[in-house]
T-cell receptor, first 114, second 114 residues
Framework: KAGVTQTPRYLIKTRGQQVTLSCSPI?????VSWYQQTPGQGLQFLFE???????NKGNFPGRFSGRQFSNSRSEMNVSTLELGDSALYLC?????????????FGQGTRLTVV | SQQGEEDPQALSIQEGENATMNCSYK?????LQWYRQNSGRGLVHLIL?????REKHSGRLRVTLDTSKKSSSLLITASRAADTASYFC??????????????FGKGTHLIIQP
């Protein structure tokens, strides 16, 4: 069974631009959650989608948004990029939410803002 | 925000020895999951232990959970060079009508010396 697929793997963007990252979960999984990983803050929860509905959102500004499609694929968008948004963005897929079942992660998208 | 802390922050042992990492957390949980990460790549799921379980095994891995002390430990037996990585614990809990994603510790960096 295919794992979690994130695209693209690497991105370089300029301050002020916006970016869209994509995540395809494991087949059959309805929950997709997103995390930001930086050396200073570690791994932080961004938001989770379950059956196209956002279930919860972490403590991030409104520039960070996401959505989930009917096939469970998810995208996250960051608008008006700042240097501090440079990070590894990871998505996780689970059958019934990470608080209930195993959450499996993709390889991540490394975003560099210059 | 970080749920808890892994201890130690870094651990260096000889190949063949056992490695033990500890994780503490602050709130009540549904489950606790351990992950491995190699050099800033994606997180590999190792094991999930539920709040009503005390111990689980998977191959060379043994995880314990003590909810009264809000702590968990990961034991890797007969370590190999390929076990060199960062190890994270992550807690999952229900919050209100939904969930607030996985909350990660800061990780233990394990180095296996050949």
């Amino acid at each position: 069974k295919a794992g979690v697929t994130q695209t693209p793997r690497y991105l370089i963007k300029t301050r002020g631009q916006q970016v869209t990252l994509s995540c395809s979960p494991i087949s059959g999984h309805r929950s997709v959650s997103w995390y930001q990983q930086t050396p200073g803050q570690g791994l932080q929860f961004l938001f989770e989608y379950f059956s196209e509905t956002q279930r919860n959102k972490g403590n991030f500004p409104g520039r960070f948004s996401g959505r989930q499609f009917s096939n469970s694929r998810s995208e996250m968008n960051v608008s008006t990029l700042e240097l501090g948004d440079s990070a590894l963005y990871l998505c996780a897929s689970s059958f019934w939410g990470a608080e209930n079942t195993e959450a499996f992660f993709g390889q991540g998208t490394r975003l560099t803002v210059v | 925000s970080q749920q808890g802390e892994e201890d130690p922050q870094a651990l260096s042992i000889q190949e063949g020895e056992n490695a033990t990492m500890n994780c503490s957390y602050k709130t009540s949980i549904n489950n606790l999951q351990w992950y491995r990460q190699n050099s800033g790549r994606g997180l590999v799921h190792l094991i999930l232990i539920r709040s009503n379980e005390r111990e689980k095994h998977s191959g060379r891995l043994r995880v314990t959970l003590d909810t009264s002390k809000k702590s968990s430990s990961l034991l890797i037996t007969a370590s190999r060079a390929a076990d060199t990585a960062s190890y994270f614990c992550a807690t999952g809990r229900r919050a209100g009508g939904g969930a607030d994603g996985l909350t990660f510790g800061k990780g233990t960096h394990l180095i296996i010396q050949p």
